[in-house]
């Protein structure tokens, strides 16, 4: 945690060098909304159905919807710094348990505007509050945090993800957590509100 923190401020630096230096009409601070459906890993659990039917659990699996910030760098615009937090989902088929896995990731990047419209990134990649929830039907598991590097690739906001990572769960034992994802990200853009001139009334 102690470097996601350091990425953070450095952020938060270049952020406060952008502001002073812009000449340009657009914030180099904007929103950053980012959602991800992700696949891979080992199998956290088993769930066997009533049909017959079953379905797996993966670690690396599922939907990730987060916010954040982006910054651009003035004295260079393709450099872009992002940094997320997120909430990561997977839930099962079962109509009588809500059996569910969890986890809260933290993502910070570098990304690199190679044209237009066509970026490419890296950086750090946090996991925290892994849990593995089995809704009373079996016991639930907790895994200690985990921190790993994501790669993407976007165009125009569409984009693929590579995280590689490990999970360890109460009891020592790991479970590959490496996630490929289809990404999607939308930075809102507001214009600054520049003053021209001021008139006051006279008396």
Do not use: C
Request: zero cysteines.
């Amino acid at each position: 945690m102690r470097i996601f923190i350091f990425s953070l401020l450095a952020i938060f630096f270049f952020t406060s060098v952008s502001s002073a230096q812009t000449k340009t009409s657009e914030s180099p601070v904007r929103l950053l909304l980012k959602a991800a459906l992700e696949l891979g890993g080992d199998r956290v659990a088993q769930v066997y159905f009533t049909n017959g039917e079953t379905q797996s659990v993966r670690a690396a699996q599922g939907l990730n919807i987060g916010a954040g910030i982006e910054v651009q760098i003035t004295a260079e615009p393709r450099l872009l710094f992002h940094a997320t937090l997120g909430f990561k989902y997977v839930t099962t088929q079962a109509d009588n348990a809500h059996i569910r896995l969890t986890r809260i990731p933290i993502h910070v990047t570098a990304n690199w505007m190679l044209a237009n419209k066509f970026r490419i990134g890296g950086g750090l990649a946090s996991h925290q509050g892994i849990r593995f929830n089995a809704d009373g039907i079996a016991q639930d598991v907790q895994f200690k945090g985990a921190t790993g590097l994501i790669f993407e690739l976007a165009y125009s906001g569409i984009g693929l993800s590579y995280t590689p990572m490990k999970y360890t769960d109460q009891h020592g034992k790991e479970y590959a957590a490496n996630a490929v994802g289809l990404t999607f990200t939308m930075a809102v853009r507001k214009n600054k509100q520049t003053v021209t001139q001021v008139h006051a009334p006279v008396d």
